[in-house]
């Protein structure tokens, strides 16, 4: 156990539906990160929260939202979906160190299948 | 904007002997981490080794060491006596120093051991 808790492992939707993915943060964690990883593709950056606010935004679709809550777990949200967002989610956490060597610590991940 | 590029998509190798993972990585900044994460067929993300810019020495890890080439941009991992467990995606990251900052990947290295 990582100490990061995603919630669902997996998830099997039809086009057009809309997930909700969960992530607890490690303890102590402030930041959470959220990644997507297609098929034989390296992690793409989608969103990162940092205590409560958006820190960093890479290439998130318009039909993709996330969210911090006070208690730090954070939710991704994805809407009006497509055969192409099949993919695994991770979601990661770091505490919130200047000139910190922390490695992330990720979460065993939530894999979507569209259909 | 950082990119990291890992070369070779597959790399096969003996089992007991000793193989060499690539990695380049375009940056303007002077201080940054590099990172070496593991993903077995469980998909789980996990930290290899990391490496500090700003200290020359190289990181090693059990049979785990890096050639880190700062003028050159260059992140390498080499593995010694391989084993089975070894057989995983494996991903070269980087990170800005400053704070808690995302994770930019590289496409990820396919290794094979062979018995």
């Known amino acids: 156990d990582s100490g990061v808790t995603q919630t669902p492992k997996h998830l099997i939707t039809a086009t057009g539906q809309r997930v909700t993915l969960r992530c607890s943060p490690r303890?102590?964690?402030?930041?959470v990160y959220w990644y997507q990883q297609s098929l034989d593709q390296g992690l793409q950056f989608l969103i990162q929260?940092?205590?409560?606010?958006?820190?960093a935004k890479g290439n998130i679709l318009e039909r993709f939202s996330a969210q911090q809550f006070p208690d730090l777990h954070s939710e991704l949200n994805l809407s009006s979906l497509e055969l192409g967002d099949s993919a695994l989610y991770f979601c990661?956490?770091?505490?919130?160190?200047?000139?910190?060597?922390?490695?992330?610590?990720f979460g065993s991940g939530t894999r979507l299948t569209v259909v | 904007a950082q990119t990291v590029t890992q070369s070779q998509p597959e790399m096969s190798v003996q089992e007991a002997e000793t193989v060499t993972l690539s990695c380049t990585y375009d940056?303007?900044?002077?201080?940054?981490?590099l990172f070496w994460y593991k993903q077995p067929p469980s998909r789980q993300m996990i930290l290899v080794i990391r490496?500090?810019?700003?200290?020359?020495q190289n990181a090693t890890e059990n049979r785990f060491s890096v050639n880190f080439q700062k003028a050159a941009k260059s992140f390498s991992l080499k593995i010694s006596d391989s084993q089975l467990g070894d057989a995983a995606m494996y991903f070269c990251?980087?990170?800005?120093?400053?704070?808690?900052?995302?994770?930019?990947f590289g496409q990820g290295t396919r290794l094979t051991i062979n018995p």
């Open positions: 990661a956490s770091s505490a919130q160190r200047d000139r910190g060597l922390d490695g992330y610590t």
């Open positions: 940056t303007s900044e002077s201080d940054y981490y």
């Open positions: 990251a980087y990170r800005r120093s400053e704070g808690a900052q995302k994770l930019v």
């Open positions: 929260y940092y205590n409560g606010e958006e820190r």
């Open positions: 303890s102590g964690d402030l930041s």
């Open positions: 490496q500090e810019a700003y200290k020359q």
